[in-house]
């Protein structure tokens, strides 16, 4: 099998990587209907195949899952996911021949062989989606041609995907429909249909491709939505721990620091995160995002440069075919570092606190947020989806850290997004660690400005500026009038 994206032109390259259209919310007028009486069945009950599984359900559809034999025959975590929630589960040989719709929510790394063993027990002309596209575009897979293949992917961790549908309102998803499988024309019609049985039509849906997706989502996660929450969270522990912060006081500050913050982000974007800075802290974060972004550029690039080319893809494959070594060691290393074996202090720490505390923090997120943006739009992918890649996403992220630090984020989100995270992380730290030492110490852990809170009026309206200017934030305002269900997490 060849790495699909690098068997098309470069002119289908640039095709399929701008595929992007945000589907208005008339488009989903028939609801769930192509996929009302379907049999729908998942393969795997994790992240994604439970919540998924769960939120189709309520929306009214008929949903059962396929567990490989040993994890049934064991009572394994995903079959007792699945059974606890009154589920149907059977084998393979069972399951999937009855499927008009089968969905793979295994690990990546297991795509190849999984959808190897299924397909030839997939009745005629039934559909197969996915939630991200790895194994067809990086890894070439090649599907029977009767076979509709579709793609529905939340931009989210599958635990959000859960909470957010709970709260009426939903994640950003891209759909997609494979060009080489669409052979009776009704692959639009189910990821609609399946889209909205998630609920991810309430917050946004982008018409969008296999290889968009997949460039894009690789690009975010292993970025600002994890790899810079990880490094900044392991280094804004150690810096105000040496400036005699107390350690659970420092622990708490970043374990629900970034999810305060960044709940300022989803609602008002970059804009209103900065807005709630005072206003010398404010053009203090901006100064230092501007900083970090001309140190962290190049890494950014790289990244995005390395899944545009798939050397990206091919080391991490590479560690697959190695035990999966490199990822193991670095889980092992996150696991060991102070900020990950310091509980978090009894410490009372007010909404408005964690901002003014963590001036240094949303300075990491302005500038993670800038630069993956960037970097994507730079590559040709579409703006509204490198906002759902980084802005918008970033939170939902941020919510598993606040549930159990750096171990919850990693055993959340998928197994290409915890490699690339690692990845990104030991690349990262070295480059900021210095700077983030020499800072001065009211940049995280003390109000960064406790006298008077003067400014220059020239420099705050240039600051405001600067930041209302960026194209995350015009973009952002766009996507974000259709998200009239959004819900406050963070009271
Ligand atoms: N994690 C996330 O939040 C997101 C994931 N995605 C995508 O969703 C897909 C699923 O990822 P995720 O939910 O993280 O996966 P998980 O690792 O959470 O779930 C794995 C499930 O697959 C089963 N499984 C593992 N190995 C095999 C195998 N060899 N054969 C059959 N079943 C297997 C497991 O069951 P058992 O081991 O018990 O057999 C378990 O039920 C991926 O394509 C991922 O990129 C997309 C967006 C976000
Ligand atoms: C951010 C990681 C992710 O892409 C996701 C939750 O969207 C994943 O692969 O887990
Ligand atoms: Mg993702
Ligand atoms: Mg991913």
Known sequence: MANYFNTLSLREQLEQLGQCEFMDRSEFSNGVEA???????????????????????????????????????????????????????????????????????????QHT??????????????????????????????IRKDITVIMVAPKSPGSEVREEFKRGFGVPTLIAVHPENDPEGKGWDYAKAYAV?????????????????????????????????????????????????????????????????????????????????????????????????????????????????????????????????????????????????????????SEQEYYDNGTLMVAMVKA??????????????????AYYESLHETPLIANTIARKKLFEMNRVISDTAEYGCYLFDHAC??????????????LIGKPFSTGSNGVDNAELIAVNKAIREHEVEYIGEELRESMTAMKKIVS
């Open 368 to 385: 993670g947020v800038e630069l993956a943006f960037e970097a994507m739009v730079d590559s040709g992918i579409v703006e509204e989806s």
């Open 197 to 349: 049985g998630t609920g991810g039509h309430t917050a946004g849906v982008l018409k969008s491709s296999f290889v968009a997706e997949v460039k894009s989502d690789l690009m975010g996660e292993q970025t600002i939505l994890c790899g810079l929450l990880q490094t900044g969270s392991i280094l804004c522990f150690d810096k105000m721990v040496a400036e005699g912060i107390d350690a659970g006081y420092a622990s708490k500050l970043i374990q629900y620091g970034w999810e305060t913050i960044t709940e300022g982000l989803k609602y008002g974007g970059i804009t209103n995160m900065m807005d709630r800075l005072s206003n010398p802290a404010k053009i203090e974060a901006f100064k230092v995002s501007e900083e970090l972004k001309d140190i962290m550029r190049p890494l950014f690039q790289k990244h995005m440069d390395d899944i545009i080319s798939g050397e990206f893809s091919s080391t991490m494959m590479a560690d697959w075919a190695n035990d999966d070594v490199n990822l193991l060691t670095w889980r092992a290393a996150t696991g060991e570092t102070n900020f990950e074996k310091t509980p978090a202090g009894d410490f009372e720490i």
């Open 113 to 142: 062989a999984v959808v190897t063993a299924v397909m030839p027990l997939m009745k005629k002309g039934a559909t197969l989606s996915y939630s991200h596209g790895f194994n067809i575009v990086e890894e070439g897979m090649q």
């Open 35 to 109: 996929l009302k009486g379907k049999k729908i069945v998942i393969i795997g009950c994790g992240a994604q195949g439970l919540n998924q599984g769960l939120n189709m359900r309520d929306s009214g559809l008929d949903v059962s899952y396929t567990l490989r034999g040993a994890a049934i025959e064991e009572k394994r975590q995903s079959f007792l996911n699945a059974t606890e929630n009154n589920f149907a589960v059977g084998t393979y040989e069972e399951m999937i021949p009855t499927a008009d719709l089968l969905i793979n929510l295994t690990p990546d790394k």
């Open 429 to 442: 730290k070295p480059l900021i660690a210095e700077y983030v030492k020499n800072a001065p110490i009211n």
